[in-house]
């Protein structure tokens, strides 16, 4: 049974940074795209950073291009998201997800069948 647990999130100030953690079990992430998205409130899931399989190529939504950073450690079994220079938009819960087995990931939250519980991350003027 795969289970997913981010943790990290939190209240910040614009400009500040914060590092979410999406510890996983039943699966090893090496093996599997690995996905952060984040859902405001009234907004739909929207994609934020994947990380391929084996590699760990790094890809990035243009609004957070530059700011944030994915990497995971394999001996760990956790994937990390480094959220810098946070935005008043950045607000929202973010959800990592583990992709179906393929060579680049998808941005497409339905290609991704298991996720975490959601962290919120709440960023203020």
Do not use: H
């Not at 981010?6 to 940074?17: I, K, R, T, W």
């Not at 790094?58 to 700011?67: I, L, Q, T």
């Not at 929202?92 to 290609?111: H, K, N």
Request: net charge positive; charged share 15%; proline share 3%.
């Amino acid at each position: 049974q795969v289970q997913l647990a981010e943790s990290g999130g939190g209240l910040v100030q614009a400009g500040g940074s914060l590092r979410l953690s999406c510890a996983a079990s039943g699966l090893t992430l090496s093996l599997y795209p690995m996905g952060w998205f984040r859902q405001a409130p009234g907004k739909e899931r929207e994609f934020v950073a994947a990380i391929s399989r084996g590699s760990g190529t790094a890809y990035y939504a243009d609004s957070v291009k530059g700011r944030f950073t994915i990497s995971r450690s394999n001996v760990r079994n956790t994937m990390y998201l480094q959220l810098n220079s946070l935005k008043l938009e950045d607000t929202a819960v973010y959800y990592c997800a583990a992709g179906r087995s393929r060579a680049v990931p998808s941005t497409s939250a339905q290609d991704f069948p298991s996720w975490g519980q959601g962290t919120q991350v709440t960023v203020s003027s």
